[in-house]
C-alpha cells in the first residue's frame, strides 16, 4: 500500500517541477521577445533613414555625369526625303538640358543627287533634337566641288533642310570671289542666296 501511494507522488512531484520550468521559459520569452521586436525595429529604422540620407547623394551624382559619346555619327532626313550626315569629335548631352546636344569638331554632309556633298565644318556645335536646329560655331567651312566659303556661324534646320547664316561670309563660287553679309543653302546647293552688301569678283573661267 505504501508504494502505491509514493508511485503518484513523486509523478506529481515531476510534473509540478516541469511546469515549473516551462512557466520559467514562458516569463523569459515574454521578456525576450519585446526586446527582440524593438531591436529589430530599431535596426530597420536606421537602414530607412540611411537609405534616404544617401538617396539624394546618389541622384545628384548621376544628375551631373554628363552622357558623352566619342566620334558620333547621326543619320538623319529632313521632311523632303533628303538625306545628311552628322559626325563629331564628341557628342556631350547638356545635364540641364535634355533635348541640347553640345558638338566638339562637328562636320555636316548634305547629299545631292547628282553632285558632290556639301560639306559643312566648324569647333564647336549645339544640337536641339526638339527645335531640330544645328548651330555650327567658329571657323566654319562650306565646301562642295568649285565651291568654297568661310563663316563665323552658321544655322541648319533638319526639318527643313536648309543651312542659313547671318554672319560674315567670304568665297569662292563658281562665277568668282564673293563676300557677303548673309548667305542661305536651299536646294542642297542647287540655289546659293547672298544678302547685306554682297560684293563680287567675275573670274570668267577659261575656255578654248
Same mark, same amino acid.
Given at each position: 500500500?505504501?508504494?502505491?501511494?509514493?508511485?503518484?507522488?513523486?509523478?506529481?512531484?515531476?510534473?509540478?517541477? =516541469?511546469?515549473?520550468?516551462? =512557466?520559467?521559459?514562458?516569463? +523569459?520569452?515574454?521578456?525576450?521577445?519585446?526586446?527582440? !521586436?524593438?531591436?529589430?525595429?530599431?535596426?530597420?529604422?536606421?537602414?530607412?533613414?540611411?537609405?534616404?540620407?544617401?538617396?539624394?547623394?546618389?541622384?545628384?551624382?548621376?544628375?551631373?555625369?554628363?552622357? +558623352?559619346?566619342?566620334?558620333?555619327?547621326?543619320?538623319? +532626313?529632313?521632311?523632303? %526625303?533628303?538625306?545628311?550626315?552628322?559626325?563629331?569629335?564628341?557628342?556631350?548631352?547638356?545635364?540641364?538640358? @535634355?533635348?541640347?546636344?553640345?558638338?566638339? +569638331?562637328?562636320?555636316?554632309?548634305?547629299?545631292?543627287?547628282? %553632285?558632290?556633298?556639301?560639306?559643312?565644318?566648324?569647333?564647336? %556645335?549645339?544640337?536641339?533634337?526638339?527645335?531640330?536646329?544645328?548651330?555650327?560655331?567658329?571657323?566654319?567651312?562650306?565646301?562642295?566641288?568649285?565651291?568654297?566659303?568661310?563663316?563665323?556661324? =552658321?544655322?541648319?534646320?533638319?526639318?527643313?533642310?536648309?543651312?542659313?547664316?547671318?554672319?560674315?561670309?567670304?568665297?569662292?563660287? =563658281?562665277?568668282?570671289?564673293?563676300?557677303?553679309?548673309? @548667305?542661305?543653302? @536651299?536646294?542642297?546647293?542647287?540655289?546659293?542666296?547672298?544678302? %547685306?552688301? !554682297?560684293?563680287?569678283?567675275?573670274?570668267?573661267?577659261?575656255?578654248?
Amino acid at each position: 500500500m505504501t508504494d502505491g501511494l509514493v508511485l503518484p507522488t513523486l509523478r506529481r512531484a515531476r510534473e509540478a517541477d =516541469s511546469w515549473r520550468r516551462r =512557466s520559467r521559459r514562458v516569463r +523569459q520569452l515574454r521578456r525576450i521577445l519585446p526586446a527582440l !521586436v524593438g531591436l529589430i525595429l530599431l535596426v530597420l529604422a536606421g537602414f530607412v533613414a540611411l537609405a534616404m540620407f544617401a538617396a539624394p547623394r546618389t541622384r545628384l551624382v548621376e544628375a551631373e555625369t554628363p552622357i +558623352q559619346l566619342v566620334s558620333p555619327k547621326f543619320v538623319g +532626313q529632313d521632311r523632303k %526625303g533628303r538625306a545628311f550626315t552628322l559626325t563629331a569629335r564628341t557628342a556631350t548631352r547638356d545635364p540641364a538640358d @535634355y533635348d541640347r546636344v553640345i558638338l566638339d +569638331q562637328p562636320v555636316l554632309l548634305l547629299r545631292r543627287d547628282p %553632285g558632290e556633298p556639301i560639306r559643312v565644318s566648324a569647333r564647336t %556645335g549645339d544640337f536641339n533634337e526638339s527645335e531640330h536646329i544645328l548651330k555650327l560655331k567658329g571657323d566654319v567651312r562650306l565646301n562642295s566641288g568649285d565651291i568654297s566659303f568661310a563663316t563665323g556661324t =552658321s544655322s541648319f534646320d533638319t526639318a527643313l533642310g536648309e543651312l542659313v547664316g547671318d554672319g560674315a561670309i567670304q568665297g569662292v563660287g =563658281s562665277l568668282g570671289e564673293i563676300n557677303a553679309k548673309s @548667305y542661305g543653302v @536651299y536646294d542642297r546647293g542647287d540655289r546659293l542666296v547672298f544678302g %547685306g552688301g !554682297v560684293s563680287t569678283r567675275l573670274e570668267p573661267r577659261s575656255g578654248p
